[in-house]
């Protein structure tokens, strides 16, 4: 992630009925960033990882095998 200025960014990973699994909340400082979800705890399957923050709004979706 890149940001320009700092910004709270938060996160929710969604399963494949629509149920949230997991919420999140990154304070993002100016510049790139690596960010990690732990995903230990829901079983395998697809998931949808929104991100919605003042300059970033993404919708991604994943497989955890």
């Known amino acids: ?5 700092a ?3 938060p996160l929710r990973v969604i399963d494949n009925m629509g149920g949230i699994v997991k919420k999140q909340q990154w304070n993002l400082l100016a510049g ?3 960010l ?3 995903m230990k705890g829901p079983v395998n399957g ?4 929104e991100l919605n923050g003042k300059s970033i709004s993404r919708q991604l979706n994943f497989l955890k095998q």
């Open 1 to 5: 992630m890149t940001v320009k200025t």
């Open 7 to 9: 910004e709270q960014l």
């Open 32 to 34: 790139s960033s690596s």
């Open 36 to 38: 990690s979800v732990d």
């Open 46 to 49: 697809l998931y949808y990882l």
